[in-house]
């Protein structure tokens, strides 16, 4: 049977709130009254029932994926299968390693179907689908730790970067991690696409038998993982300048070849309070400028 999830306007009036079992959205519109309303109505009926269609599917889609064939039926479950088809054939990943985006990204465009918007965005716990017209632009704040607050850097996002979604993996996030990356933050034409990437470049930053570094099988953690008996990162204790750089050069290595494939737009990774960068992250490097001041109202989390 169909649940009915929570949905409700945040204070303001100006950001819904849509939320079903570990599914939570924060959906925010530009646009006139009438349009932001229609967009909104159109969110919320496409939220119903959503959940319960991954889930009629949810055995399928903690499989390691094919990178040929998709037997999923769901149109969010074949989006990630999609996204995560490219790295399927030398990588283990599953289709769930896309679902936050897959997930903002159906909802946006149920948005976009229904109304004339100016901006818009759909943050599913830091995954985020974007909307911008010709000339806008979002401020996007990235994080260096998931599980903190507080904003490492702003990444200025424009209409004609073609950037359509943000996605953000690591060891801290709310998924597990193979590698060590304290964060891994990457642009993509979607959501999707920026969600299954961010996995695996976060997977790839890691320095693998080192002693500093504690694993477990997922399933000790959680039993039914999609990673399984796979190790996943606890701890990262004391690392040298070294070996961070290391680590860090081994994902820009997977960044760069996602790149190059055309799979992302940029990234940003991040390990023990050092960053490296692939590709088109434009930093906010202007002093005079407050986190929400040239942007008002428009700086989001990734």
Same mark, same amino acid.
């Given at each position: 049977?169909?649940?009915?999830?929570?949905?409700?306007?945040?204070?303001?009036?100006?950001?819904?709130?849509?939320?079903?079992?570990?599914?939570?959205?924060?959906?925010?519109?530009?646009?006139?009254?009438?349009?932001?309303?229609?967009?909104?109505?159109?969110?919320?009926?496409?939220?119903?029932?959503?959940?319960?269609?991954?889930?009629?599917?949810?055995? %399928?889609?903690?499989?390691?994926?094919?990178?040929?064939?998709?037997?999923?039926? /769901?149109?969010?479950?074949?989006?990630?299968?999609?996204?995560?088809?490219?790295?399927?054939?030398?990588?283990?990943?599953?289709? %769930?390693?896309?679902?936050?985006?897959?997930?903002?990204?159906?909802?946006?465009?149920? %948005?976009?179907?229904?109304?004339?918007?100016?901006?818009?965005?759909?943050?599913? /716990?830091?995954?985020?689908?974007?909307?911008?017209?010709?000339?806008?632009?979002?401020?996007?704040?990235? %994080?260096?730790?998931?599980? =903190?607050?507080?904003?490492?850097?702003?990444?200025?996002?424009?209409?004609?970067?073609?950037?359509?979604?943000?996605?953000?993996?690591?060891?801290?996030?709310?998924?597990?991690?193979?590698?060590?990356?304290?964060?891994?933050?990457?642009?993509?034409?979607?959501?999707?696409?920026?969600?299954?990437?961010?996995?695996?470049?976060?997977? $790839?930053?890691?320095?693998? /038998?080192?002693?500093?570094? $504690?694993? +477990?099988?997922?399933?000790?953690?959680?039993?039914?993982?999609?990673?399984?008996? =796979?190790?996943?990162?606890?701890?990262? /204790?004391?690392?040298?300048?070294?070996?961070?750089?290391?680590?860090?050069?081994?994902?820009?290595?997977? $960044?760069?070849?996602?790149?190059?494939?055309?799979?992302?737009?940029?990234?940003?990774? +991040?390990?023990?309070?050092?960053?490296?960068?692939?590709?088109?992250?434009?930093?906010?490097?202007?002093?005079? =400028?407050?986190?929400?001041?040239?942007?008002?109202?428009?700086?989001?989390?990734?």
């Amino acid at each position: 049977m169909t649940r009915l999830p929570q949905m409700a306007l945040l204070p303001g009036g100006k950001r819904l709130h849509l939320q079903d079992g570990p599914i939570d959205l924060i959906v925010e519109a530009d646009g006139s009254e009438d349009e932001m309303r229609a967009a909104y109505r159109a969110a919320a009926q496409r939220f119903v029932g959503l959940l319960d269609e991954l889930c009629e599917e949810l055995a %399928m889609l903690r499989q390691a994926a094919d990178p040929h064939t998709c037997r999923l039926r /769901g149109m969010v479950a074949r989006r990630m299968h999609a996204a995560v088809a490219p790295f399927a054939a030398e990588k283990f990943i599953t289709p %769930m390693a896309a679902v936050a985006g897959s997930v903002a990204e159906e909802i946006l465009g149920a %948005m976009q179907g229904a109304a004339r918007l100016d901006r818009a965005y759909v943050n599913n /716990g830091g995954d985020i689908a974007l909307h911008l017209v010709p000339a806008a632009q979002f401020s996007v704040g990235v %994080m260096d730790r998931p599980d =903190r607050r507080g904003v490492m850097r702003t990444v200025l996002i424009h209409a004609d970067d073609a950037i359509g979604g943000i996605a953000t993996s690591g060891r801290h996030g709310r998924s597990f991690s193979l590698g060590i990356a304290d964060a891994a933050t990457v642009l993509a034409k979607t959501a999707s696409q920026a969600d299954a990437a961010a996995t695996i470049i976060a997977n $790839a930053v890691d320095l693998p /038998g080192h002693a500093a570094v $504690a694993r +477990c099988p997922a399933s000790e953690l959680q039993v039914e993982s999609d990673l399984g008996a =796979r190790l996943v990162t606890r701890e990262v /204790g004391a690392l040298s300048d070294g070996e961070i750089a290391r680590a860090l050069a081994a994902g820009a290595d997977c $960044a760069q070849g996602a790149l190059a494939a055309g799979l992302i737009e940029g990234a940003a990774l +991040c390990l023990k309070g050092r960053i490296t960068t692939v590709g088109l992250v434009r930093f906010d490097t202007s002093p005079s =400028r407050g986190l929400h001041g040239r942007v008002r109202e428009s700086l989001i989390q990734a």
